[in-house]
């Protein structure tokens, strides 16, 4: 993945619209807020085997709606000036320290009830 072209492309496509005055950091959350909620939506009431072998139709919206997820997301860390590499780089490290391997090996217990 390239995302400095995707950047570039989502950037583009807000300059050609002269959308980036309503690309607020608050606006842009709330957005991805709503996306999230949309693939919330696909997902809500099917079992774990359902939602694990999903139509090809279904499958398709959900590919969208993540697409829309990472647009914001990605539209988010150029607003922020977020190298979003950098940041998930760092919070696995983070995510390392509190959930050990030996600790946490097979369980779905938050880091602090270990």
């Given at each position: ?12 496509f807000s300059i050609?619209r002269d959308?980036n005055k ?10 991805l807020?709503g ?5 919330n ?9 359902q939602?694990n072998?999903l139509p090809?139709?279904t ?10 997820i ?5 539209k988010l860390?150029t ?19 509190k959930y050990?391997i030996?600790k946490?090996k ?9």
């Open positions: 993945m390239d995302i400095k072209k995707i950047n570039y492309k989502i950037e583009q050609q959308w309503y690309h607020s950091p608050k606006n842009i959350v709330m957005a807020t996306e999230v909620g949309e693939l939506e696909i997902f809500q009431w099917l079992t774990e085997e939602s072998n090809s139709g499958k398709q919206h959900a590919k969208e709606e993540v697409a829309d990472a647009i914001y997301l990605l860390c607003k922020l000036d977020i190298d979003l590499e950098e940041a998930i780089i760092e919070k696995m490290k983070k995510n390392e320290e050990p030996d946490v097979g369980s779905f217990k938050k880091y602090t009830d270990i």
